[in-house]
């Protein structure tokens, strides 16, 4: 004897609660094809992927452009990969769906601002977050970036801005890669909370 359809979804178990959203991190710099894909990527592979989602735009962007060779060559030292990188444009949709901006500069994060003034609880230079999340208590993203919009000036004597190394060679992308590297790494373990 066949069971109706109707009773078989009745006794079918009910599908697990929808995960909640992921955190969202947008990673922005000028031109989207040096120091933000590089955070981006490098970030991306040290969370986890169902939990957080990063990605990155440029104020000025080089839409559709990959990543620069340098960058691309300094982001696979740390372990990252550039497969299938396309810079995009900074928008105000972007900026809202974020849970966490991180600039590469202190004009940048201005520029950010003043494109959209509620964003300032969490937009940070990414030096500046890693200093901020060196100092927070806070356990889950949330209430990591929460702190740290309310401590903001702990991190004032701290360096906040990756030099842009575009057009500049191999040893402004390796310093820029290396300073961001090191500020992923404090990012990426206080974000594991």
Same mark, same amino acid.
């Given at each position: 004897m @066949?069971?109706?359809?109707s009773?078989?979804?009745?006794m079918s178990p009910k599908?697990s609660?929808i995960d909640p $959203?992921?955190?969202?991190?947008?990673?922005?710099?000028?031109g989207n094809?040096?120091r933000s894909?590089?955070a981006e990527r490098?970030?991306?592979?040290r969370?986890?992927?169902?939990?957080?989602?990063?990605?990155s735009a440029g104020?000025g962007?080089?839409?559709g452009?990959?990543?620069s060779?340098?960058?691309?060559?300094e982001?696979r030292?740390?372990?990252? $990969?550039p497969?299938?990188?396309?810079a995009?444009?900074?928008?105000p949709?972007?900026i809202?769906d974020a849970?966490?901006?991180?600039?590469? @500069?202190r004009?940048?994060r201005?520029q950010?601002l &003043?494109?959209?003034p509620g &964003?300032?609880?969490? @937009?940070f230079?990414?030096?500046?977050?890693?200093?901020?999340?060196?100092?927070s208590?806070?356990? @889950?993203? $949330?209430e990591?970036?929460?702190?740290?919009?309310?401590?903001?000036s702990a991190?004032?004597a701290?360096?906040q801005?990756?030099? $842009?190394p575009?057009?500049?060679? &191999?040893e402004a992308?390796?310093a820029a890669a290396k300073?961001i590297?090191?500020?992923v790494?404090?990012i990426?373990?206080?974000?594991?909370?």
């Amino acid at each position: 004897m @066949t069971t109706p359809k109707s009773i078989v979804s009745l006794m079918s178990p009910k599908p697990s609660p929808i995960d909640p $959203d992921p955190f969202r991190i947008l990673v922005v710099c000028i031109g989207n094809v040096c120091r933000s894909p590089v955070a981006e990527r490098l970030l991306a592979s040290r969370l986890p992927a169902s939990k957080v989602v990063v990605s990155s735009a440029g104020v000025g962007a080089m839409v559709g452009y990959a990543m620069s060779r340098y960058a691309s060559a300094e982001l696979r030292s740390y372990g990252g $990969d550039p497969t299938g990188f396309a810079a995009r444009q900074l928008t105000p949709e972007l900026i809202e769906d974020a849970d966490l901006l991180l600039t590469a @500069t202190r004009d940048l994060r201005s520029q950010v601002l &003043a494109e959209a003034p509620g &964003a300032l609880r969490r @937009t940070f230079t990414i030096l500046e977050f890693a200093a901020l999340v060196e100092m927070s208590d806070g356990t @889950t993203p $949330d209430e990591l970036v929460k702190w740290a919009g309310a401590h903001r000036s702990a991190a004032g004597a701290v360096e906040q801005d990756v030099p $842009d190394p575009f057009r500049r060679g &191999a040893e402004a992308h390796a310093a820029a890669a290396k300073a961001i590297d090191e500020a992923v790494q404090v990012i990426a373990k206080g974000l594991q909370c």
